[in-house]
Each structure stands twice: as C-alpha cells, then as structure tokens.
C-alpha cells in the first residue's frame, strides 16, 4: 500500500531508498538502509525480515540477487511481499508477489528500481524511473523527484500520511554518524511529500554551514567561506544556522555581513546568543570576536 525507489548514485555510490505511503509511520517498517552494504524497500504486506536479515546478508556479502532469492525461499507466504533491494556493489533486485493488491508491480532502470501497490495504475512506478533517470544533481534531492512523479501520477489510492528517504555512503568510513548521509521520517502530516522535502532541503543546509563552521573553528575560514551554502536563513527561524555563518563570514574578513546577521540574533534569538557566548568561555572560538558580533547590551 505504498510506492518506493531505491537507487544508487553514479557519482559518489551513495545508497538511498525512499517511500510515501497512506499508511502511518512508512518509514519505519519499508526502508532499510547499511552503510557500505546496500538499502532495502519492503512493502505490501511488509515483512521485517527481509529489511533485517536483508542487509545482514547484504553485510556478509551476498549480492542483492542472492539476498533477495534466499529470503523468498524461507517466507511462508512470499505472494504477499513486494521488495527491492541494492547491493554496495550496485546490483538491483526487485519482487512483487502475485497476491500484492493491484494495481502493483515494479520496474529496474539504470541504477534504480521503483515499486508500488495499491497505486492507481502502473503509470506511478514507471513514471517514477522516469522522473529519477531524467534528473540530475544531489541524489537526495533525485530520490524526492520520483516520489512527487509518483504523486503527480495518481500515487496511493488511498492517498497521502507519511513518508521516509535515507541515504548512505558507498563506503564505511568508521565513523557511523558521517556515514548516514540523509535519515528522515514525516509519520503523519497531510503533505508528507512536501514537508519531507522541506526536510531534506534544511539538511543540506545545515550539514554544509557545520561543515564550514568547523572549518572556521580549524583556521580554515576562506575553505569554510567557500563551503557555505548560498541561500542566507532566517536568523529568527534557525538561529543556529545563521550564527554558524556569521562566525564563518567573520573570521573570513567578511565581517560587516556577519553584524548584519548578529544583530538580527540580538533581536530575534536572545536566549541563542547567550548560548553562543559561552563558545568563547570553553575556547572554542576568539571572545574578541564574539563580543564585536553580540555585544552585551545595558
């Protein structure tokens, strides 16, 4: 009672899968995701097994076809299951079984395959390889795109509730929390797809703008200058956000820019430019620079 793509990117090998469903919380039961083994979409009458026991034998080195061949092989019931998986080393699976309520089927394309039951024809898991083959740019961003083709093209019969997407790098790096490169859910929202979205897009910018805070923080405040992304936030919205950036802008030169954005925190976040005082009470940053940026006030 879903529609689903998991793909591989080209560029990079990053691994995603992402879902929309009528069904409440779709993210926790269809997609499955390992760094460096592979991502995993169950649906129609899901069964856990295949995420779980999927991506261990994905780990232990089986390729998508074995993983997928093996675990039909011990499911009691195996016409109610519909699957994709992706394997590190690019190989796709994909199953529907002949009891997944129509219309559901699925197709493979060029690093992707996109599934659905209970969808309104077979125009939505065919319009979303078209969409995901037709795009280009962030991977994450190309996941999404098949979904709202999906949507465009009639999506669950019942309707929309949730969605999920995550994302993982091709390679372990040995540091798990850099390996998830997307991991998000919307559980229940009557535009799941467009919230997700909204998501997705907040996470790019927040994990570029830590990405050159900390170049900053390392004395690489021109590599961090160029890391920022371009679009400047709300300071009232994500207060965070933009005191990163105005640490960044500061200590590249840029520091007229950075009062502007300090003084709209001064207004807008008081009790964040508190908090963000305290980086130069633990040494984390210059206090000269601080307090030119958020001067106490009287």
Do not use: K
């Not at 129609?44 to 295949?50: A, I, K, N, Q, T």
């Not at 949507?151 to 309707?159: I, K, L, S």
């Not at 300071?235 to 009062?259: F, M």
């Amino acid at each position: 009672m879903t529609y689903s793509i998991v793909a591989r990117d080209p560029v990079d090998g990053h691994m995603g899968v992402a879902t929309q469903s009528q069904a409440f919380s779709v993210g926790s039961s269809v997609s499955w995701a390992a760094p460096g083994h592979g991502v995993i979409a169950t649906q129609s009458m899901g069964e856990p097994m295949y995420g779980e026991l999927g991506l261990t034998g994905l780990s232990a080195g089986l390729t998508a076809h074995e993983a997928l061949a093996a675990l039909r092989s011990v499911d009691p019931h195996p016409e109610r299951r519909q699957v994709a998986m992706v394997d590190g080393h690019g190989n796709i699976a994909a199953y529907t079984g002949s009891a997944c309520v129509a219309a559901a089927g699925h197709c493979l394309g060029d690093g992707c395959a996109t599934l659905g039951n209970l969808v309104c024809s077979p125009t939505v898991w065919t319009a979303m390889l078209t969409a995901f083959e037709a795009s280009s740019g962030w991977f994450p961003r190309r996941l999404l795109d098949a979904l709202d083709a999906a949507e465009a093209a009639g999506g669950d019969v019942r309707g929309q509730r949730s969605a999920a997407i995550r994302v993982v790098r091709s390679q372990r790096s040995g540091r798990p929390w850099q390996d998830h490169v997307v991991d998000l859910r919307v559980d229940d929202h009557p535009e799941p797809l467009v919230e997700l979205r909204r998501m997705v897009e907040h996470t790019w910018r927040y994990h570029r703008t830590v990405e050159a805070f900390e170049l900053a923080l390392n004395g690489q405040a021109r590599e961090g200058l160029a890391a920022l992304p371009d679009e400047v936030v709300d300071p009232a919205i994500d207060p965070d956000i933009s005191w990163w950036r105005a640490v960044v802008l500061a200590s590249a030169g840029e520091e007229d820019e950075a009062t502007r954005i300090a003084e709209r925190l001064l207004v807008d976040a008081p009790r964040f430019v508190a908090a963000a005082r305290r980086f130069g009470e633990a040494g984390l940053m210059d206090q000269a620079l601080i307090d030119r940026l958020l001067p106490e006030r009287s």
